[in-house]
């Protein structure tokens, strides 16, 4: 079993203005099923994620090579009371797939990059709901690096970018206008490692 604690900060670089990051952290568990699959819960102020990793090929050796798998998850995140319909409230429910491309080095090393797809919808409670539905590419990069057998750190960037946005106000799907999203981390991870 793993615990990771991560404080991290959440952005959009948007084109029209400084980017406001929002602190945040969060406390995860992962229990490794079998060789290549495990399950992992992910809880922050407001949302929780759930989601899998399935190693597609492992390296021979954890100090060199490279290790492939997919990370299939899914998300609740809420923001706002909805306080008598004069405070919305946005429920959002995420659908992430990754790849997740582990290059492994010398003394337990690691370069973890992660292109992923991520489905959104949310739905905004006020006086009426509205729901919409977003599609984002994006990517992360992180680093590995071992304080001792069972303790690592992993400082980590994630970037993305809203493709795809649809309301019922919308006539079509048109392009998102959000900016580029991002994540600044850094986890600590303690337990199994592998």
Same mark, same amino acid.
């Given at each position: 079993?793993? =615990?990771?604690?991560?404080?991290?900060?959440?952005g959009?670089?948007?084109?029209?203005?400084? /980017?406001?990051?929002? /602190?945040?952290?969060?406390l995860?568990?992962? $229990?490794?099923?079998?060789?290549?699959? &495990? %399950?992992?819960?992910?809880l922050?102020?407001?949302?929780? #994620?759930?989601?899998?990793?399935?190693?597609?090929r492992?390296?021979?050796?954890? *100090? $060199?090579?490279? &290790?492939?798998? =997919?990370?299939?998850?899914?998300?609740?995140? #809420?923001?706002?009371?909805?306080?008598?319909? @004069?405070?919305?409230?946005?429920?959002?429910?995420? @659908? *992430?797939?990754? %790849?997740? =491309?582990?290059f492994?080095?010398?003394?337990?090393?690691?370069?973890?990059?992660g /292109?992923r797809?991520?489905?959104?919808?949310?739905?905004?409670v006020?006086? #009426?709901?509205?729901?919409?539905?977003? %599609?984002?590419?994006?990517?992360?990069?992180?680093? &590995?690096?071992?304080?001792?057998?069972?303790?690592?750190?992993?400082?980590?960037?994630?970037?993305?970018?809203?493709?795809i946005?649809?309301?019922?106000?919308?006539? =079509?799907?048109?392009?998102?206008? &959000?900016?580029?999203?991002f994540? @600044?981390?850094?986890?600590?991870?303690?337990?199994?490692?592998e």
């Open positions: 079993m793993q =615990v990771q604690v991560t404080p991290h900060g959440n959009v670089l948007a084109p029209t203005g400084i /980017p406001a990051v929002m /602190p945040g952290l969060e995860a568990v992962r $229990r490794g099923m079998t060789q290549r699959f &495990d %399950l992992g819960v992910k922050w102020l407001g949302g929780l #994620t759930v989601d899998s990793k399935i190693a597609l492992r390296s021979d050796t954890p *100090h $060199r090579g490279i &290790d492939w798998a =997919v990370a299939p998850g899914i998300g609740y995140a #809420t923001q706002g009371i909805g306080n008598a319909g @004069i405070t919305p409230a946005v429920h959002a429910v995420d @659908i *992430h797939l990754p %790849l997740l =491309v582990g492994n080095f010398a003394n337990g090393y690691g370069l973890v990059v /292109p797809l991520t489905q959104r919808i949310s739905v905004l006020g006086t #009426t709901a509205l729901t919409s539905y977003a %599609l984002a590419a994006g990517s992360s990069v992180g680093l &590995d690096v071992p304080l001792t057998s069972n303790v690592h750190l992993f400082p980590e960037v994630a970037l993305y970018l809203p493709l946005e649809a309301a019922p106000h919308m006539p =079509v799907a048109s392009p998102a206008a &959000d900016g580029l999203g994540q @600044i981390a850094l986890g600590v991870l303690i337990g199994g490692h």
